[in-house]
């Protein structure tokens, strides 16, 4: 799927993709959530008129009130790319989610996920 298709996505509509990944492991929503805020800065508040409002994830995170500082620290390989080492600044942030959620759907504690 080329970048351009990618940033036009609906976050709304891969959000519950992300739920459903974590759920089938048996994790929660909330870990999602906490993921998101913890990556962008938004709240609960904010993430909700960001589904309401059918926001695409280049506006997502372009809108971003806070990119996490320690969004350096992700590392590791997702959907066959190493995400240290994509080029596309807003690519290599939707990839950062995606690799978050794998975690969490992997059984890593928050803990590691959120690089404390």
């Known amino acids: 799927m ?12 891969v959000y519950p993709l992300y739920i459903n990944k974590a759920e089938r492991k048996g994790r929660t929503k909330a870990e999602v959530d906490q993921i998101i805020f913890w990556l ?38 997702i959907c066959g790319y190493r995400v240290e080492e994509i080029e596309d600044p807003m690519m290599q942030k939707v990839r950062y989610l995606d690799k978050l959620v794998d975690e969490l759907a992997k059984g890593k504690t928050m803990e590691k996920i959120l690089r404390k």
């Open 40 to 77: 962008t800065g938004y709240n609960e508040q904010s993430l909700q008129q960001l589904i309401d409002d059918k926001t695409n994830f280049e506006s997502f995170f372009a809108e971003a009130p806070q990119m996490n500082p320690n969004i350096g620290k992700i590392t590791g390989v």
């Open 2 to 13: 080329d970048n351009a298709r990618v940033y036009k996505m609906i976050f709304a509509g």
